[in-house]
Every structure is written in structure tokens, then in C-alpha cells.
Nanobody, 124 residues
């Protein structure tokens, strides 16, 4: 059974940092593209970042470039999102996802498996 379980969310002041984790099980983790998406209240889900199978290729939404860093540890079947210089507009539920495909993608429809999400709230 495929499972993606996020953790690390919480309440932080603007300018602060959080590190999200996504623990994967039930599939061969190192063969999947992994991604982070987020959905703020009343808004559509949006792409945040992806990382390829080896961790050698990453990409970010323009809104988080230079502040967020995606990484993965294939030995631990875990993906991370280090979020620095957080802003109130980063407030959202952050969800990790896995895509079984050759090329990385920022399109949510290409992702096969999704976690439940973790809430990140940034106060001003």
C-alpha cells in the first residue's frame, strides 16, 4: 500500500524557517519523481518544487526560488523541503506527491500518489 506522510508543519513568524519531511512507503522510492505542492485556503493547488530520482535535478516555483530547498534521501525513503525566509503568503497546506515518469514535471496531473498534507502557517 502506497503511503506518503508529511510532517514538520506548524506556526512560524515571518522570516522564520521550517523543514518539512515526506516519508514514503509501499513503492520503489528511488524510481519516482517527487514533488511538493501547496494549497492555500480558497485558492487552487500550486506547484512548489520537484526533485528527480537521483536528487540531481530540481526546480522551484518562482515564488519560492532562493528561499526553499528540496532534497531527498533515497536510503531513508524520505523527501524534504527546507523553507527559509517564510512569508505570510506561504501559508498553506503542503502536500508531497510522487510521479512515476522519466522526466520531472510541475504538473499535478502527472503525479500518481499524494499525501494528506501538513499545515504551514506564517504569521506577520
Amino acid at each position: 500500500q502506497v503511503q506518503l506522510v508529511e510532517s514538520g508543519g506548524g506556526l512560524v513568524q515571518a522570516g522564520g524557517s521550517l523543514r518539512l519531511s515526506c516519508a514514503a512507503s509501499g513503492f520503489t522510492f528511488n524510481t519516482y519523481i517527487m514533488g511538493w505542492f501547496r494549497q492555500a485556503s480558497g485558492k487552487e493547488r500550486e506547484f512548489v518544487a520537484y526533485i528527480d530520482q537521483s536528487g540531481g535535478s530540481t526546480d522551484y516555483a518562482d515564488s519560492v526560488k532562493g528561499r526553499f530547498t528540496i532534497s531527498r534521501d533515497n536510503a531513508k525513503n524520505t523527501m524534504y523541503l527546507q523553507m527559509n525566509s517564510l512569508k505570510p503568503e506561504d501559508t498553506a497546506v503542503y502536500v508531497c506527491a510522487a510521479a512515476y515518469r522519466y522526466r520531472p514535471t510541475s504538473y499535478a496531473g502527472d503525479y500518481n500518489h499524494w499525501g494528506q498534507g501538513t499545515q504551514v502557517t506564517v504569521s506577520s
